[in-house]
């Protein structure tokens, strides 16, 4: 037995197997559909009741947790544990604030009445006249007397500028504002603060612009009105009259020496302005700024603090709070806020519910300010809103009503299901699978893998798996059409009887008639040619044409077939679309399942959430679908035949389905393939060209690049909370200088003697674990008693000094030095005398009980002195504590150090994050490097510094989009490797997943490309729809590709070698327009040897080439008479999924739509009108490319095999044309 025969036996055998296993199957679920459509749906509902009833249910009150990468490795984690290092401190501070409070009670009790007493005189010296001339003489003496003193000092400045250079800026003139005793009233509220600076975590925010957009400025007189009307109506909606408030309006009557805005004047405007404008200098300088803040210290002269700059913050809070940032370079404002303060002291209405919470604060909004044009006077309007930072979860609240655009979603597709398949029980039937299979994902999701955090984004699923869900089904439905069809045609051809399930109607039964009627001249036709040579041959294609044009839906629903002919027909189904659903399912839940390769939670779990939702789609499909499928034949279709159901329609109806029957199929078996036959060297270039542009797009210009800005977009830009955050934050100096602030010289930390192990889960972000009874997990290793680890940390803090990585390290080293003399004190009797070079020196006890017991000293000595500080206190986390020490809080041992130095960067972008990370990182590793050089691997001192780790809060936005980054690419690239596997074994051609995957590429390249062009950036949600791109598009790529190799393109097809030649002469002829006569043609067919030793290569392979378009053609023809209406339709329905979402209010659900809609319409294009081009010019033909899988998995030896007796193709041939040569004389 050759190698040849064996592989052809164990191929066969294989293929017996499977068509056994086939057949068993259709034969079950045939006889059984009842028992596994019911039995499915009873276990479906069960495991989804389970979930539901047992579980508590998902709560999206709070979307961060989940949004940050956590895990080992990320930088979040690294935060999360130094939380835990601060909380455990506070612990401790708590503990002796308690002691020191009850040791001191009566000695502070009296300082602070004495303050209060003190307070009280400062308030009657507010009523002093600073315009007089004695009082005007007496501040200027001050500034005469101290010229050259430092004017503010604030805690990051060595130097400053003196009184002299102050009053300069000041144009040397001096402007005192003096107020009345009504607006100090206003000033000084009962129970709250004084009104001279804001609390930015606690307030509402109000926005106004001019309504009349050609006059923009809203320092006039009718403008600042409107705003003084609207800022009492403003008042009473928010119940702030206690409180404080800052307007505009209300600011310029203050400078005025007026308490009520409606008495402002043009007058006080311009005074207003030129007041601000004095103090223009001085603002740049940052004092303003500085003394607003109250970051300084030491305090200026009370010229300074008296003057209108100066006085009461009112020049600050104009300038940060009510202007925007174009005003002292115009005197204009094109935008203002208004800033209203909710109690310090919590309000209760009278039911007892307390007035100012977020729920309270989002009903306000809805009520008052969803649609605001009653605060639209003419004057002024509303340009955008912060009530008390309800803005996320105002989006988790509207998350609720936009699952109304899911009932859209199922309207849209079950009247496209309806139109399509004529059947709304079909339709029905699909939309209960997705929510089953929805039902099963989540029990799985919850009690099979435990997981209690349920992001809001899972539940855009629904939508995606509408989509999904449609495609199989429709692929399946048309399979059994086509299989029933099969079976019409082959009555039609053996003049066997057709019975139908109801009475044919008129139009049926002429129809009917003429399809028998043509059906025997077609047969007549054929026999005449064969026995009279000189009659016309039959048109190549001519009688497969007929065979497709009879595909009447009404005539093949309604044809009547046995139990019988159901397996036959679930048979081919199962072959034909099982394969597909198979591949395009698991392509794309492999697809989503790759995002548990990011590290962060929320793209996780919307990967594996998705991913089990499309697997158990699958599985319904091919059992309660398929069972679906034979009820539908046995009892809806008997039914709705009987009683006429779409017999009672309207005429027009049943003109127009009629119309759109003709109109599908002259689209999808006539012209696509002519066009995409005739115009395949064209659309090949065509395509290829955009999808290389997709990828310049995407990977060099304008590239798909991180988010410039570290906010998330909740709503479209047009809502007021996203206006403000979008547009009011980057038009006010306050919200601009925090931001610089925040990224310029971010601090830095330093821990060491703590693992940078988070002990909670990502998936369980409010379960805590613990370790020892601990929330942190200490290195043991590390002993800070140890006078080697002492001397390295001097050395590496001296280090850091010398490196311009850092700054503001001089700090931090001088407080090391003072704990260094604090030690000698304790170690040392007698007074000490140092050298100026001992002071440069950390003092280092000469061995580790000498250092325990002067570090125990050190401690005590900070418990027993007042000078403890809580985490709330405003000095924490100021440059006044750059050192910690965390002692055990049973042992008292020193277990974690850590202190604090300044970056010296501003990230400004992730890029200039990216480079400086990887340079501390690297800078890290070589000092520890060079440790391990000095002392060896498993040097003492570097065992235990080696875990130490360094981490920044401003490293947070970093670390996102860090792991976006590598999450993205990774998840990409295995997606696309496990879909090229996928297709591989399904199709079994490498030509075929070769080509399938370069189309996936170019369409997943083009997608992104027009989202790139269009704006997008890389964020979490892109990273979603990025690597979900790969199994959507795949599917309508595998659906063609998949029918391409199973076509039965010899179907109808003459067996006599003659008229084979003949035909395919001519199609070769008609489709590549040569003008060589047929004689030529002939003997080159009839004689290749000769013919191939007088030509050249490359006439061979063109000759080659010739003889496989027949096949091609043909098999592209299959391919879209089988699936190319189903993929459309399909396609269709998850473009209106997407569509049902494109309006939704949320970001996330209208960018999800909007892909959706692009994703479909390029995946078609490209599928239909790319990949399909490719198989028509060099699709594989016969057994050309196809993985010979008996020879890959053989698993013994060849001899020991049975012989399969095997048939050659022309045997096989000549055996076909016999019977139906038979078969045609019998008719």
Known sequence: MSFTEWEAAVTARIGHYIAKLILWYSTFVVKYAWCFLLLGSIVCICLGLTAVLTRDLPDFNDPTKG????????????????????????????????????????????????????????DDDDDFDYNSPADMMNLREDLRDNPNECAFLSSKQTTCLTNAQAYSLLKNRTDLLKISKAIKKELHKPNEHMCTSID????????????????????????????????????????????????????????????????????????????????????????????????????????????????????????????????????????????????????????????????????????????????????????????????????????????????LAITLIVAVTVIYLRSITVALMTNVCVVLSCACAYFAYKIIFGIDLFPYINLMSSFILIGISCDNVFVIFDAWYSEKLDIYNEARLKSRQIEFYGKLTEKQEKQYRRDREYTSSIIRRRLTSKNDPDQPPLQEGEEEEHFDLIKN????????????????????????????????????????????????????????FMGLCILFNFLMNITMIVSFVIIYEKFCEPLSARLGIFNHFPDLFDNIMLSLTRLNHAIFTVYIPKWIIKLRYFLIVVFFVFGVIGLFVVFHHPKLSPPKSRRYQFFQLTHPFERFEYQMRDQFLSYINEDIDNVTNPLLIFTFGVEETDLVHPFYPDKQ?????????????????????????????????????????QETYAQWLTIGELLRGFLTTGVHKYSSSEDQKFFVPPTRNATKVALNRLFKFFSESNQLAAAGDSNRGSENFRLGFLPDAETRHLRAFLFMVNMNVTFNSFSAQHTYYQKLHDYFDQRLEQLKLSEGVHGHVYEQVKHGWFVSPQFLFYDLMREVIRGTYTSLIFSMLFAFVVLLLTSGNIVITLYAILTIIFIIADTVGI????????????????????????????????????????????QAHSRRTSNALKLLHLTNGDNLNEQSLLEQVSNPKAH?????????????????????????????????????????????????????????????????????????????????????????????????????????KTSSLPVVQTVTTDENDQQESREKFNEEQAV
């Open 67 to 122: 949004f940050i990468p956590r895990g080992k490795y990320t930088l979040t984690s690294r935060l999360f544990v130094l939380e835990q290092l601060k909380n455990e401190l506070d612990k401790q501070l708590a503990a002796a604030r308690i002691i020191s409070k009850s040791k001191n009670f009566a000695s502070t009790a009296s300082p602070y009445s004495r303050d209060e007493q003190h307070a009280g005189n400062d």
């Open 200 to 407: 930015l975590n606690r307030h509402y925010e109000v926005y106004f612009e001019a309504s009349d957009k050609s006059s923009p400025n809203l320092l006039t007189l009718p403008n600042l009105l409107s705003l003084c009307r609207k800022q009492a109506e403003l008042i009473e909606l928010f119940q702030v009259h206690s409180t404080c408030h800052y307007t505009l309006p209300e600011m310029v009557a203050y400078f005025a020496n007026k308490v009520d805005c409606n008495q402002i004047t043009e007058r006080d405007i311009h005074s207003f302005i030129n007041r601000l404008q004095r103090c223009h200098q001085i603002y740049d300088a940052g004092l303003v700024r500085l003394a607003g803040l109250n970051r300084y210290r030491k305090k200026p002269l009370e010229l300074f603090q008296y003057d209108s700059c100066f006085y009461n913050n009112f020049t600050f809070l104009s300038l940060e709070y009510l202007l925007d940032k174009s005003f002292l370079t115009t005197n204009q404002t094109s935008h203002t806020g208004m800033w209203f303060l909710r109690p310090t002291v919590p309000m209760r209405d009278a039911n007892g519910s307390e007035v100012h919470t977020s729920d309270t604060a989002y009903d306000i909004f809805v009520e008052h300010f969803q649609q605001n044009p009653k605060f639209d006077d003419g004057q002024t309007r509303i340009a955008g809103l912060n009530f008390l930072d309800i803005r996320i979860p105002a989006a988790m609240k509207q998350i609720r009503n936009d699952m109304f655009f899911v009932i």
């Open 553 to 608: 839906t009404d005539l093949v629903r309604i044809m009547k077939v046995n139990e019988d002919q159901m397996i036959q027909m679930m048979e081919g189904v199962l072959r034909h679309a099982a394969a597909s659903v198979f591949v395009t399912s698991f392509t794309t839940s492999a697809a989503f399942f790759t995002n548990m390769i990011s590290r962060i939670a929320y793209v996780q779990l919307f990967g594996l």
């Open 769 to 809: 674990r613990y370790v020892n009874n601990k929330t942190i997990v200490f290195n043991d290793k590390f002993d800070f008693y140890d006078p080697k680890t002492l001397r390295w940390l001097d050395t590496f803090l001296r280090d850091l000094n010398q490196s311009d990585l850092f700054t503001n390290v």
């Open 1011 to 1054: 989202f790139v062009l269009c704006g997008w950036e890389l964020s979490i949600l892109e990273t979603i729809i990025i690597i979900m791109s790969v199994g959507l598009s795949v599917d309508f790529t595998v659906h063609y590709g998949v029918a391409y190799i199973k076509a039965d393109w010899k179907r109808n097809q003459s």
């Open 1092 to 1196: 191939s030793k007088k030509s050249s290569v490359f006439s061979r392979i063109k000759t080659w080439h010739r003889r496989g378009n027949l096949q091609r053609f043909r098999r592209i023809k299959n391919s879209l008479i089988r699936v190319g209406s189903a993929v459309f339709i399909a396609g269709l329905t998850s473009f209106l999924a997407g569509v049902s979402m494109a309006p939704s209010k949320l970001t996330s659900f209208s960018q999800m739509g909007y892909f959706l809609m692009l994703i479909m319409f390029v995946s078609w294009l490209y599928a239909t009108w790319f990949f399909l081009p490719l198989l028509s010019f060099l699709g594989p033909i016969d057994k050309f490319g196809d993985i010979p899988f008996g020879r890959l998995f053989r698993c013994g």
